[in-house]
């Protein structure tokens, strides 16, 4: 039910129960989780894309599951039993490669990526209250931050999807491409971020993360502890041989 393919420093992750439109069972829930785990651990990998096969990324809980067992561990919020939360605490950037629709529990896990390019067929949708449930892992927090709350609110109190080109309008995903292009330009962005150093990676995503909760002040702050911390690791020697190889990139593109 899920597929894990490395190659270059890149992983991909692919949920994989076609069949269920990738509906996220207590077992895909528990697999997600420990791969995400495990390739945070992973010194091979330094990007990760997540995507889903067939016609969605994946529709969410599974409500049949859910009608026979009740929200139980569902509702958890620990990277040990959630995996929105492992994806969260990736230290390594995870691009979402949204194939399809992403719903409800799906499109949490949709918000909790760094990067999110839309295939065409891409459609998000918050059902939550349509199925009598509230959100447990971040939506009413991170989609009103990302798109505002009337936004927000306009999704998540009528249960509507939000279609592929909206999306991108409204600032929820990077960009759209057409079904056939999703995968090569997860892959491209994968591979242009894996280029650069893992442990640089990892830190300028925490900078970002980390002020990205608090007032610009304090981001400020933030960001001049870290920078400075970080910094003062650099060789003058990394940094020539690093300007070299900027400018053979810029030559090529």
Same mark, same amino acid.
């Given at each position: 039910m899920l597929k894990v393919d490395k190659n270059d420093l890149v992983a991909v992750v692919t949920l994989d129960r076609p069949e269920a439109m990738n509906a996220l069972?207590?077992?895909? +829930?528990?697999? =997600? +989780?420990?791969?995400?785990?495990?390739?945070?651990?992973?010194p091979e990998v330094s990007v990760v894309v997540l995507t889903g096969a067939g016609?969605?990324? /994946?529709?969410?809980?599974? =409500?049949?599951e859910l009608g026979q067992q009740?929200?139980?561990?569902?509702?958890? /919020?620990?990277?040990?039993?959630?995996?929105?939360?492992?994806?969260?605490?990736?230290?390594?950037?995870?691009?979402?490669?949204? #194939?399809? *629709?992403?719903?409800?529990?799906?499109?949490?896990?949709?918000?909790a990526c760094d990067v999110l390019i839309a295939s065409t067929n891409a459609r998000f949708a918050d059902t939550h209250a349509r199925v009598g449930i509230m959100p447990g892992w971040g939506l009413s927090q991170r989609l009103p931050r990302i798109i505002g709350p009337y936004r927000a609110k306009e999704l998540s109190l009528s249960?509507?999807? =939000?279609?592929?080109? /909206?999306?991108?309008?409204?600032?929820?995903? #990077? +960009?759209?491409v057409e079904p056939d292009e999703l995968m090569p330009a997860a892959l491209a962005l994968a591979r242009d971020m894996a280029s650069i150093p893992a442990e640089t990676l990892s830190a300028y995503k925490a900078i970002i993360d980390g002020g990205y909760a608090l007032s610009l002040s304090e981001g400020l702050a933030f960001e001049h502890r870290n920078s400075s911390a970080?910094?003062?690791?650099?060789?003058?020697?990394? *940094?020539e041989a690093r300007r070299e190889a900027i400018q053979a990139r810029g030559r090529s593109q």
């Open positions: 069972s207590r077992a895909l +829930r528990a697999a =997600l +989780r420990d791969a995400m785990v495990a390739l945070a651990a992973d016609r969605a990324f /994946t529709a969410g809980l599974d =409500l049949k009740g929200l139980g561990a569902a509702n958890a /919020t620990g990277a040990d039993e959630n995996p929105v939360q492992a994806i969260l605490e990736c230290p390594k950037p995870v691009i979402g490669a949204i #194939n399809g *629709v992403a719903i409800t529990g799906g499109f949490e896990l949709a918000l249960g509507n999807f =939000l279609d592929a080109e /909206t999306a991108l309008a409204w600032g929820l995903v #990077n +960009r759209v970080q910094n003062s690791l650099v060789t003058p020697q990394m *940094v």
